[in-house]
């Protein structure tokens, strides 16, 4: 058992700061269903495993060159970031994917601060088979406890990249990948006019959208026609719906 006043203990607590995860490039990763994702996946690196004393590990996980830590009770509550801990953490070390941009379709992200929005978005993007996902400046951080959790190990699947939209865009228009934003003041999509190969979509802010600089970079601004009385949809909802209409497995299949 190791003790609070243990310096591990003392960085792992700390790591529940955003600052200090980017500082030490270190994650926690909380629940077993995530952390079994850790285990399996080569696209993150597993550094650690903290058990609660009276949790058991699965026989079948290979943890080999994983140090595994039993704390206390108390010690496991106080390192947990949920309600109702499932009593396994995972220490993770931040990968830094390099992807190269001349084909394939891609979600943008601008300013959402939502952390359970961000971890829809990029599970939806998961669904969706899409080739990576960036996060422009103002966005929550992506390894944020809730974000992590709500995009049920979608981080594991496919790149989450934070970097400047800007420049993203740039590199979309020099490979031809149509990018389209989506905006309260775009265009209505139509229904035979999606069914995209390649293409990048920008979701922006809860409340605000996508930044205006950033949009009037798009070549397309686009809406979802909505026949109710609500003045705009959850982004993340929106995202899917988008995401279904510029899929090759939309609409323009039908």
């Known amino acids: 058992m190791v003790s609070m006043q243990n310096e591990k203990v003392k ?78 953490i995972g220490v993770c070390k931040m990968v830094q994917p390099s992807v190269t941009i001349h084909q394939g379709r891609y979600l943008l992200i601008d300013g959402v601060q939502d952390p359970g929005n961000l971890g829809t978005l990029i599970r939806t993007a998961d669904a969706f088979g899409l080739d990576a996902v960036f996060l422009g400046e103002g966005c929550v951080d992506g390894y944020n406890g809730k974000t992590l959790r709500s995009a049920q190990g979608s981080h594991f699947h496919l790149p989450v990249i934070h970097r400047s939209l800007f420049d993203v865009v740039a590199e979309m228009k020099k490979h031809r990948i149509p990018v389209f934003g989506s905006s309260l003041q775009g265009e209505n999509m139509k229904k035979n006019a999606g069914g995209k190969k390649d293409f990048a979509l920008i979701v922006g802010n ?3 959208g996508a930044q205006p600089e950033l949009l009037a970079e798009t070549d397309e601004e686009i809406k979802i026609p909505m026949a109710g009385r609500a003045e705009s949809m959850n982004v993340a909802v929106a995202a899917g719906i988008l995401l279904y209409w510029l899929s090759a497995e939309g609409l323009a299949t039908e």
């Open 11 to 88: 960085l792992w607590k700390k790591l529940k700061i955003r600052k200090w995860r980017e500082k030490e490039q270190t994650y926690l990763l909380e629940g077993p269903h995530l952390v079994q994702e850790a285990v399996f996946s080569a696209r993150h690196l597993l550094s650690a495993v903290l058990i609660d004393e009276a949790f058991h590990l699965p026989a079948d996980w290979l943890l080999d060159d994983v140090e595994v830590y039993q704390v206390t009770h108390k010690i496991f509550t106080e390192l947990s970031q949920t309600e109702t801990p499932q009593g396994i």
């Open 206 to 208: 809860e409340g605000n």
